[in-house]
């Protein structure tokens, strides 16, 4: 995915830099893709989907929302975390709101990202939909074709 548009790196620019985000590079993900980079991949897939459909939207808080949405800095492969799929956007949300200044739409986008695998948190607004299609299309070309 060639992330070919300089509005976009304008606007993930300043938060893909903070070293606390780069040490999101230290994960991997799926297959051969970090947690960085599966974040920056969803981003600017949702940003994307909401240009080609002409979707009305808050951009820069989608994108900033979908570039924390696997914030919880741990390798999920590692044993003791067994509870991941389900736990993992409600700690990502929390360690986004310690760390960032961001508001209630980036902390939903991150925390509802899982529905409906966690089926309390529902997407409560477009950008957290299109952040939570855009996470399982990404997830599913990583799995399957990026090893
Ligand atoms: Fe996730
Ligand atoms: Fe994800």
Sequence with gaps: MKMNSN?????????AMDDRVQKMKTFPQ???VSTYGHCLRVAFLSYRIARRFGICI???????GALLHDYYLYDWHEPGHTRHAA??????AENARRDFDIGDREFDIIRSHMWPISPGNY????E???????????????????R
Excluded: N, W
């Design 7 to 15: 509005e976009f790196r304008q606007m993930v620019r300043e938060l």
């Design 128 to 146: 957290a939909l299109i952040v939570c299609a855009a996470d399982k299309l990404c997830t599913l070309e990583e799995t399957l074709f990026m």
């Design 30 to 32: 799926h297959g051969s």
């Design 58 to 64: 808050d951009e820069e808080a989608m994108v900033r």
């Design 123 to 126: 997407p409560g607004s477009r």
């Design 87 to 92: 736990g993992h956007a409600a700690a990502a």
